[in-house]
């Protein structure tokens, strides 16, 4: 009796996800546990993994296609064994009977399939295997038809990247298989491409999950919850020569400005509990850890790792998991474990050259601080006039949770922490 296999619940936010690609073809043996498809999730590609064993009788659904958490994408069962129609499930009781209960709250975290299992279900990915790139950019140039081994990357180390497609000239690689045309209409293009002139005057892209998942998540916060901004300026002169000494050690990961930043804003939470809250409705919840939430850009949107316990742990340990965190973000190869239950956050856009700006809670934190580039400027200092590396911070607070006094006294130890950073080791 043919076994049911339905879109699993990947991460606990997780209400649809896209079916990228499919691991195996109908008609291939499947063990417990293989890789059967890869899921576009509302925050990372995750693997569908097989409950039962058998063959692959049917997919269901097309690769491309986004379906809710629950509906019925694959039918496994014993080896030509009939379906109806070729495609009608078995009856609801029975497969519900021979159905493994998914835990939804547990991730897929089966490791990647071999190069061998690979090249039974996508041939073509097999010819680009050597070539560094994307999650993303790899799955749009195989859609495209365009070998990635003919682009030069300008991602991290050489990676090919989205955006190293625009403007590729399309090119099919020998050995692919033809999609389905029902596949190539519903796999959408997360991003727009600027088409030649004389071209269609718009393009329309369909969300993907991540943009769906950024959009609720705005709604939620920007329109019901009641925010304030405290804005504050902090000389960096300390904080420089402390991040050169560390430097000048040569040892260990390279520790950023960002790094020496979560470090103090975790240990002025450990001082200011009143700011290391959730909104839960019908209660506050002040958490007796810190687990501060960092802001990553990656293709899609946006997604905010979380460096659990950041208060306890050393400026080389942070560096080191905000480096790993940042670089499996990029990649989309985080666990829901790992950019879920931050308790404040914090996102910078220094390194773009703004000065300053407000930045969105993200719910159910009560706040975020953001932070702006380190520019020398001449300020007043010890009565004269001086040139200063000077940083702008801007709190944004859930004034159900915050009250102003509450967030500047929390905005001016962060200040203290950052003019004098010895205290952070102290």
Same mark, same amino acid.
């Given at each position: ?23 195996? =073809? ?9 890789? +059967? ?10 693997? +569908? ?21 629950? *509906? ?49 279900? #996508? ?32 991602? $991290? ?15 099919? #690689? ?29 393009? @329309? ?14 709604? *939620?916060?920007?329109?019901?919850? $009641? ?7 902090? @000389?960096?002169?300390? #904080? ?28 002025? +939470?450990? *001082? ?7 909104? *839960? ?37 942070? #560096?080191?998991?905000?480096? @790993? ?16 239950? =931050? ?11 703004? @000065? ?50 509450? =967030? ?19």
């Amino acid at each position: 009796m043919a076994t049911k296999v339905v879109m699993e619940a990947l991460s606990p936010t997780m209400e649809e996800g896209r079916l990228v690609e499919w691991k195996k =073809g109908e008609g291939e043996p499947v063990a417990v546990g293989d890789v +059967l498809a890869e899921v576009e999730t509302d925050k990372a590609v995750m693997e +569908l993994v097989a409950r039962a064993g058998g063959t692959l009788l049917k997919q269901v659904v097309a690769a491309g296609a986004t379906v809710p958490v629950s *509906q019925l994408v694959a039918l496994i069962g014993e080896a030509g064994e009939a379906v109806e129609n070729g495609a009608a499930p078995p009856k609801e009781e029975e497969a519900q009977a021979t159905q493994p209960t998914p835990d939804r709250n547990r991730p897929v975290s089966t490791p990647p399939a071999p190069p061998a299992q690979a090249a039974a279900a #996508a041939p073509a990915r097999e010819v680009t295997g050597r070539v560094k790139a994307s999650p993303l950019a790899r799955r749009l140039a195989a859609e495209r038809g365009i070998e990635l081994g003919a682009i030069r990357g300008s991602g $991290p180390e050489g990676r090919v990247v989205v955006r190293d497609l625009e403007g590729a000239s399309a090119q099919r #690689a020998a050995v692919a298989p033809a999609p389905a045309p029902a596949a190539r209409a519903a796999a959408p293009s997360p991003r727009p491409v600027m088409p030649a002139p004389g071209g269609p005057p718009y393009t @329309d892209v369909p969300l993907s999950q991540i943009r769906k998942t950024i959009a609720k998540r705005l709604v *939620q916060s920007i329109g019901p919850i $009641p925010t304030f901004y405290l804005t504050t300026e902090v @000389d960096m002169e300390r #904080a420089w020569d402390a991040r050169e000494a560390l430097k000048a050690l040569g040892e260990g990961p390279k520790v950023s400005f960002n790094d020496i930043i979560l470090k103090a804003v975790a240990t002025a +939470l450990r *001082q200011h509990p009143a700011c290391n809250a959730w909104w *839960q409705d019908d209660r506050i919840r002040y958490w007796n850890e810190v687990h501060v939430s960092m802001a990553v850009a990656i293709e899609e949107g946006l997604i905010t790792p979380v460096i659990r316990h950041t208060d306890l742990k050393s400026l080389r340990e942070i #560096a080191a998991e905000s480096q @790993d965190l940042a670089a499996r973000a990029r990649e989309r190869r985080l666990t829901p474990e790992e950019y879920t239950g =931050g308790t404040f956050s914090v996102s910078n856009l220094g390194m773009l050259d703004i @000065d300053e700006f407000t930045a969105v809670i993200n719910p159910p934190e009560a706040g975020i601080v953001a932070i702006g580039r380190i520019v020398e400027k001449p300020v007043a200092h010890e009565g004269q006039m001086a040139i200063r590396r000077r940083m702008r911070l801007t709190m944004s607070c859930d004034h159900r949770v915050i009250d102003g006094a509450t =967030g500047a006294q929390f905005l001016k130890t962060l200040k203290t922490m950052l003019e004098n950073p010895l205290a952070l080791v102290w």
